[in-house]
């Protein structure tokens, strides 16, 4: 079974701090994802990577950066976290060729004061 | 602007009823889609997909269905359980992308009353 898992189920942070959201997968995917998820919005795209070092814009990039280091782990950043950025934060990996299927983590609940 | 599309935003059903949750798309490049469940504090689970050249594809309860000249789909729950209370979001993506991004509808909040 694949599995993602994500550094914290629930965070609270400050306006204006720098925020590190952690990922990571264990099944050798070349491809991760970064989603937010609002009530009425959907699921909502931030960030991917298709090999280590390599990063692409999703939908919304503002505001945050990412980092991927080693295959199995994709970091997101929040630079200097908003209050706008309260949300629902989501890992996916998946694997070119085949299926089509993206694998979440579990997710994080960030709050930002 | 809006490429996968779930104009319900929630569902009542009764239970051992069929639940249909519907799911329109304007790209015509699309062609595989996938439902995804999810509960509260959870991630989306994948549920069930369907590739372009189909029309139809079932697993146990769970029916996609595929109309390509409508770029509609639909997917059913029969019967319906409680348990299968969540938010369910269709899913769609093309080959041509090379990342196999998927875009995501809104979702559909479904509420199985016992």
């Known amino acids: 079974d694949v599995k993602v898992t994500q550094s914290s189920r629930y965070l609270v942070k400050r306006t204006g701090e720098k925020v590190f959201l952690e990922c990571v997968q264990d099944m050798d995917h070349e491809n991760m994802f970064w989603y937010r998820q609002d009530p009425g919005l959907g699921l909502r795209l931030i960030y991917f990577s298709y090999d280590v070092k390599m990063k692409e814009k999703g939908d919304i990039p503002e505001g945050y950066s990412v980092s991927r280091e080693k295959k199995e782990r994709f970091s997101l950043i929040l630079e200097s976290a908003s209050t706008n950025q309260t949300s629902m934060y989501l890992c996916?990996?998946?694997?070119?060729?085949?299926?089509?299927?993206?694998?979440f983590g579990p997710g994080t609940r960030l709050t930002v004061l | 602007d809006q490429q996968v599309k779930q104009n319900s935003p929630s569902l009542s059903v009764q239970e051992g009823r069929i639940s249909i949750l519907n799911c329109d798309y304007t790209?015509?490049?699309?062609?595989?889609f996938l439902w995804y469940k999810k509960y509260p504090a959870e991630g989306p689970t994948f549920l069930i997909s369907?590739?372009?050249?189909?029309d139809k594809n079932e697993d146990g309860r769970f029916t996609v269905f595929l109309n390509k000249s409508a770029k509609h789909l639909s997917l059913h729950i029969v019967p319906s359980q409680p348990g299968d209370s969540a938010v369910y979001f269709c899913?769609?993506?093309?080959?041509?992308?090379?990342?196999?991004?998927?875009?995501f509808g809104k979702g559909t909040k479904l509420s199985v009353i016992p």
């Open positions: 369907i590739s372009s050249i189909k």
């Open positions: 996916a990996s998946t694997s070119p060729g085949g299926v089509r299927e993206q694998f």
């Open positions: 790209n015509s490049m699309f062609d595989y």
């Open positions: 899913a769609a993506s093309y080959s041509g992308a090379g990342s196999y991004q998927l875009t």
